[in-house]
């Protein structure tokens, strides 16, 4: 069962440059999520997705797109890379009720 | 809007030492609440829950209650070991149906010397 999928685990960029990354679960959960983790900010939701063709912006959406086409997939673009986003990113997926969410590994972004 | 609060870190602890990381929260209803765990280079697992007040969500030796009166759901460990040595994360979820976001406090850094 391999959850919360997310790729790559590490990506350096320059400014400017656009990258996606990617996140994958097999969990059938309908709502999946992205957070980026900073020093002293705890986890910040970027945008978030109630089911495949909707989703909405979360907390810090600038500078960031995301588009859900199926239910297991839920790629995050960067369009055009700055410092600012030297960040962890993670994904997570949630089922209806209570439950709480499941996270992927991360990804360690760092833009030069 | 919902919050949470909880303990700033570091907290460094010797091995058997009890442990209590404060939580505190601020949302409408009834809102679920989540301890979440983070091992170094790993992504955040579920420790334990609750769901409704008085509920306690164990798990690994772990434990918090949901205090509704205090709005509390403080973290606690009898005896810590060293393996225990992460960043702990206080959320919620809100009340209502479709209410999937979570909110987090901003984490507690726990280092378990021996």
């Known amino acids: 069962n391999a959850g919360v999928t997310q790729t790559p685990k590490f990506q350096v960029l320059k400014t400017g440059q656009s990258m996606t990354l990617q996140c994958a679960q097999d969990m059938n959960h309908e709502y999946m999520s992205w957070y980026r983790q900073d020093p002293g900010m705890g986890l910040r939701l970027i945008h978030y997705s109630v089911g495949a063709g909707i989703t909405d912006q979360g907390e810090v959406p600038n500078g960031y797109n995301v588009s859900r086409s199926t239910t297991e997939d839920f790629p995050l673009r960067l369009l055009s890379a700055a410092p600012s986003q030297t960040s962890v990113y993670f994904c997570?997926?949630?089922?209806?009720?209570?439950?709480?969410?499941?996270f992927g590994q991360g990804t360690r972004l760092t833009v030069v | 809007g919902d919050s949470v609060t909880q303990m700033e870190g570091p907290v460094t602890l010797s091995e058997e030492a009890f442990l209590t990381i404060n939580c505190t929260y601020t949302a409408t209803g009834y809102p679920s609440l989540f301890w979440y765990v983070q091992y170094p280079g790993e992504g955040l697992q579920l420790l334990l829950k609750?769901?409704?007040?008085?509920d306690k969500g164990s798990n690994k030796g772990f434990e918090a209650t949901y205090r509704k009166e205090t709005t509390s759901f403080h973290l606690e460990k009898g005896s810590v070991q060293v393996s225990d040595s992460a960043v702990y994360f206080c959320?919620?979820?809100?009340?209502?149906?479709?209410?999937?976001?979570?909110?987090f406090g901003k984490g507690t850094k726990l280092s378990v010397i021996p």
């Open positions: 997570a997926s949630r089922p209806q009720g209570g439950t709480g969410a499941f």
């Open positions: 609750a769901t409704k007040a008085d």
């Open positions: 959320a919620l979820s809100g009340a209502g149906a479709g209410s999937y976001q979570l909110t």
